[in-house]
């Protein structure tokens, strides 16, 4: 059954690599313009259900329902266009094309949705905006900071206007600074947008952006209460 | 402890300080650092050994054709000696030894099944001590023949069914390796009592033909110097490719160690320990890959040409120069490699900053190389001084220096490229950023290709100079077969005509004996004897009757009739001459009936002219002419696919020893064919060879970037956008590798017409080797799509 005005569910889900229990009976749900911290020490299975849970991997068995509709019932094809239109990503590193500059790279999401380069760089340079990184425009993703590239990649994550952004250890590769600036345009430029975030994160730090916490454990998930 | 503590414990902690300043120089430094390289490259885990096991199989391929070149000096060496061994003693001469009881008669039994050759002799023991040639126990008794297992084979499938019918012995064994030059040949040994001296066989007491060494022409010399370099040019770079595959991931690795402390010579010194692992690994790898790829040779015919395994074996000096120069070459590509890279403790500082290429220095190969070959002697077909260092190192020189020129030219060329979709932009940016490995990749088929244009136009040139023209010419028609009957005791004309047009597929058949007569004065015409039907096809006759004699004039030659009526004087004696396998024979003198008129020729249904004396069976004294030849001639229904072999198989039946002759358009020089069937075999090779290179450093590629291509996937790339940035990455290199492979190929191939002083023949030679490249990329594309799809899933986000 599905909660009540909740865009994202999943229950009972089960994932293995090989003999490893990734998942065993998690579950999830996420409202529109709601901010969930999942979170969990390494190897729990927190990546992995950000993977199901985007159509990024498919579940052994359980169900992930998106606006209503079952995510196995999809195929590759419907899945990566869900993904190109509904949903943005965040990972930790590694997730710029090098060869392209930064407006390009955000630009490239709008572009793979059949968008003509003038007008999808348009678009990407007011996100860029947003995120205060139009400077970069013309750098490639080697000449920027750590920082700056991660907050070009949150640019590019809400350039389509999804309604959900995966955010997979979105500062796990930056200093307190930088992590805490990029957590604080994220979440800002999410809610603006009326957009979920899931956000992989074991780091309390960055869990306190969030609205609400789950940690994952050995393959399963629970609610948090949130301590103040 | 990882392989980093390690090496960080060993060099860093106690000897930390000193290691830099003996870092610079020494023996020790060196050893220590290309080891601590070579556990790198042994002991980097999976990544780390994927990395090795690239860099080893595109070295072993490049070693193994390294090998087999090295081995094609001894292929050609026992071929050559066992294809001498075998041919009587006096093949060439053809001049009989007295009958012995250890003495034979032999008679070239040759054919052609549709597009094989069948080799063959008919032999008969003039004794019981008479030799069997090698790889056979005994001389085969008439009616029996024995065949190499390659024959055997053919002639037991259903296709053999027409070869078997021209080949009507019993089998009663087969040739052993030491009679065949290769376990695919066609050869067979028949016994026969039908040959004989007068039916043009020849005696002989044994086997082991000692050719006299003749030069090599000078401008086929010149061609295999320029096939030499040429095929192996290509095989360098490729090696000097592989080396350098993994090299991003490496430079980072290096960077980690330069932040604990390495200097640059160390960490280029490392990076050649483990260039050098890879390296010897691919000598191995490539030696294996050798022993095990010749047991295929048996099996593998590729132009008429095969070899036993046994046969395939480098010359011990090559070889070992091989196992030594490759792995040296690899370090030595390594170090020059680092020199354009700047390997910092914080990263490599190439991903940062773009560096543009320069252009002058790359110009300087080539420059040199050309101006080498310019200021060369010119080559003439007897030119007795051809230098092949010179031109090996003029033509070396050149390619080496287009595939110097192509990352300048590749770089130059996307720079200015902008816009487009999606793929094409993905594609054309990551060029820009980093165009190295990918005109590195295509630098092979560049220069493959710019060499097979200069082979190319050198061939089409030098044609000429190969060729002897077949056939009477000049008529406009020739007959698609010609046969030539050597017993002159045998078929008459009428019999063979008559067998020839039964014969399925032969739309006409046209047969005459024919001789030569001289006159007083020692000069000579030919007889041609056919009856009044034939007669009135040749020549323009006023009335004939059998017993008649006419003197045939070509109408127009007045040199050539004149030198007719020299010997062909009506109611003068002429002379038959044989000049037969044991020289002059008793000579048969005959009158020409004084009543023999003049007339003129017309083209004979094969489109030949018979000037000189016509003659109906009649008028000739009875019994076999000395020195007549029968031949016929054959036109073939073009829709008849089997009529060739037909032809050959009723020859056969009515005279074994018929010479059957396929009209060409031209007979190519023996010599020209093996250099052109050498061009052929190494060029396919090395195209393999390319389209594997490209594969593998495509493949690397892909590695490099799988966790970037999970996350494309990840925001919703579609697949098929990927993949056309994967073509458009190969495409486009090969493009611009092309458009220089023909410019650069055009320019050597003028420049090497200039030395021997030929005119092109053909300008558009490149198109097909345009068109091989497209077909490359394609396949290079295709077989690169699994591994494509493979690293877009989703395992390559995690990270735990």
């Given at each position: 059954m599905t909660p009540a005005g909740s865009l994202l569910v999943a229950h009972d889900l089960r994932k293995a690599y090989g003999p490893t229990n990734a998942l065993d009976g998690a579950g999830f749900n996420i409202h529109p313009g709601e901010v969930v911290a999942v979170m969990g020490p390494s190897g729990s299975g927190k990546s992995t259900l950000l993977h199901c849970l985007a159509g990024i991997v498919t579940p052994d068995s359980g169900s992930i329902m998106y606006g209503g509709q079952e995510m196995a019932t999809m195929n590759d094809a419907q899945r990566s266009a869900l993904r190109r239109s509904q949903f943005g990503f965040v990972f930790q590193f590694g997730q710029l094309v090098p060869e392209l500059t930064c407006v390009e790279n955000v630009a490239l999401p709008l572009r793979l949705n059949g968008a003509s380069r003038k007008d999808a760089e348009r678009t990407a340079l007011a996100r860029m905006e947003q995120l205060e990184v139009d400077d970069l425009r013309a750098k490639r993703p080697g000449e920027v900071s750590g920082g700056q590239g991660q907050r070009v990649a949150v640019a590019r994550a809400l350039v389509t206007d999804p309604r959900v952004l995966f955010a997979d250890?979105?500062?796990?590769?930056?200093d307190s600074l930088n992590g805490e600036r990029v957590m604080e345009l994220l979440t800002d430029a999410a809610r603006s947008a009326n957009a979920a975030v899931v956000l992989v994160t074991h780091e309390a730090r960055v869990a306190a952006y969030s609205d609400r916490e789950i940690v994952v454990r050995d393959g399963k998930s629970r609610d948090m209460e949130r301590v103040v | 402890m990882t392989l980093d503590d390690r090496a960080h414990s060993g060099d860093g902690h106690s000897s930390a300080p000193n290691r830099s300043a003996e870092g610079l120089g020494g023996p020790g430094a060196w050893i220590r650092e290309l080891g601590l390289g070579i556990r790198f490259a042994a002991a980097g885990g999976r990544g780390g050994w994927a990395r090795t096991f690239l860099t080893g199989v595109g070295v072993a391929l490049g070693v193994a054709l390294l090998l087999v070149a090295a081995s094609t000096p001894n292929i050609l060496s026992v071929r050559s000696e066992r294809g001498d061994a075998r041919k009587p003693s006096n093949v060439m001469s053809s001049s009989s030894v007295s009958r012995s009881e250890s003495s034979f008669l032999w008679l070239a039994g040759d054919t052609d099944f549709r597009s094989d050759h069948v080799g063959g002799m008919l032999l008969r023991a003039d004794g019981p001590r008479a030799p069997a040639p090698p790889g056979v126990a005994r001389i085969p008794a008439p009616g029996e023949m024995v065949v190499s297992p390659a024959l055997r084979k053919l002639l037991d499938t259903p296709a053999g069914a027409l070869l078997k019918e021209r080949l009507d012995y019993r089998i009663v064994g087969s040739i052993a390796p030491s009679g065949l030059l290769d376990a695919t040949e066609l050869h067979y040994y028949a016994g026969s009592d039908r040959i004989s001296l007068d039916a043009g066989a020849v005696r002989a007491a044994h086997y082991g033909y000692s050719p006299r060494h003749k030069p090599l022409n000078a401008l086929l010399y010149l061609l295999v110097v320029m096939i030499c370099v040429v095929l192996l040019v290509p095989v360098g770079i490729f090696i000097a490719t592989a080396v350098r595959f993994g090299g991003d991931r490496r430079d980072r690795r290096l960077a980690a160690l330069r932040l604990v402390g390495a200097d640059r010579r160390m960490v280029a010194r490392i990076a050649a320990g483990e260039a050098l692992f890879g390296s010897v690994l691919g000598v191995v790898l490539g030696g294996a890959l050798f022993l095990v790829g010749r047991q295929a040779a048996g099996y593998v015919r590729l132009w008429g040409v095969s070899a036993y395994p046994s046969d395939i074996v480098p010359r011990l000096p090559l070889a070992v120069l091989i196992a030594v120069a490759v792995p040296f070459a690899s370090v030595v590509v390594t170090l020059s490699a680092m020199r354009s890279v700047s390997v910092e403790p914080l990263g490599v500082v190439r991903n940062a900053r773009l560096r543009r290429r320069r252009l002058w220095w790359r110009l300087v190969l080539p420059a040199v190389g050309l101006a080498i070959l310019l200021f060369s002697d010119r080559v003439t077909p007897g030119s007795q001084d051809v230098d092949p260092a010179t031109v090996a190192a003029g033509t070396a020189l050149v390619l080496v220096g287009l595939a110097g020129l192509l990352p300048w030219l590749v770089e130059a060329a996307v720079a200015r490229l902008r816009g487009g979709p999606v793929p094409w932009q993905l594609a054309i940016r990551r060029l820009q950023l980093s165009s190295g490995s990918a005109a590195r990749a295509v630098s092979g088929i560049m220069v493959a290709s710019a060499g097979a244009i200069v082979l190319q136009l050198m061939f089409g040139a030098m044609q000429q100079s190969f060729i002897t023209p077949s056939g009477s010419g000049g008529t406009g028609r020739a007959p698609d077969l010609t046969l030539m009957s050597q017993d002159r005791n045998a078929v008459t004309a009428a019999r063979l005509e008559n067998g020839l047009r039964r014969t399925p597929g032969v739309r006409a058949a046209f047969a005459l004996t024919e001789a030569y007569v001289s006159g007083p004065e020692g000069s000579v015409t030919g007889l041609a004897v056919a009856d009044c039907a034939h007669l009135r096809k040749m020549a323009r006759l006023p009335s004939c009757r059998d017993g008649d004699t006419f003197v045939a004039h070509n109408p127009g030659d007045a040199a050539g009739n004149r030198y007719v009526d020299q010997t062909a004087r009506p109611g003068r004696a002429v002379t038959l001459d044989d000049y037969g396998p044991d020289g002059p024979a008793p000579e048969l003198r005959w009158t020409l009936p004084a009543d023999s008129p003049v007339v003129m020729t017309v083209p004979a249904p094969m489109g030949e002219r018979y000037n000189g004396i016509l003659a109906t069976p009649g008028a000739l004294p009875a019994g076999p002419l000395p020195g007549a030849r029968t031949s016929a001639g054959v036109l073939t229904d073009p829709r008849g696919t089997d009529a060739v072999d037909e032809i050959r198989t009723t020859a056969a039946r009515l005279d074994p020893t018929i010479y059957v002759s396929v009209r060409q358009n031209e007979q190519r020089d023996k010599e020209y064919d093996t250099v052109q069937t050498g061009l052929l075999v190494g060029g396919t090779l090395m195209m393999v060879l390319i389209a594997a290179s490209m594969l593998v450093s495509q493949i690397e590629q892909l590695r490099e970037r799988r966790r970037l291509l999970s996350v494309l996937v990840a925001f919703g790339t579609r697949r098929s956008t990927l993949a056309w940035s994967v073509l458009w990455q190969t495409a486009v290199p090969v493009f611009v590798g092309t458009l220089l492979a023909a410019a650069g190929g055009l320019a050597l191939g003028h420049v090497m017409l200039r030395m021997v002083q030929k005119p092109a023949k053909d300008w558009w030679v490149f198109l097909p080797y345009a068109g091989v490249a497209g077909v490359l990329v394609l396949l290079v594309t295709l077989l690169s799509v699994p591994p494509l799809w493979r690293m877009m899933r989703p395992e390559g986000l995690r990270t735990e």
């Open positions: 250890e979105p500062t796990g590769a930056l | -």
